[in-house]
């Protein structure tokens, strides 16, 4: 598969967090190196929406109660 980096990658609070699972790096692998356009966060931002900072690629918000 062509590789298509998501233009967020370098400011993303998810793709620079390093202290997360390993899902996290699949997801990152998945999402951001290959099909950013799938990704919830990149989805949000593009629609002008508001980004929560625990929000994943896959819709997922991990860590709030
Ligand atoms: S989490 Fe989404 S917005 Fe952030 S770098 Fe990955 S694909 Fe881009």
Redesign the pocket.
């Known amino acids: 598969m062509e590789f298509d980096p998501?233009p967020?990658?370098e400011n993303?609070q998810?793709?620079n967090c390093l202290n997360l699972s390993g899902v996290a790096n699949v997801l990152?692998n998945l999402?951001?190196k290959l099909r950013?356009k799938k990704?919830a966060?990149?989805q949000r931002?593009q629609n002008g929406e508001l980004v929560p900072e625990k929000l994943w690629?896959n819709g997922q918000i991990v860590g709030e109660k």
């Open positions: 998501c967020s990658l993303c998810f793709f990152k999402y951001c950013y990704c966060r990149y931002k690629p």
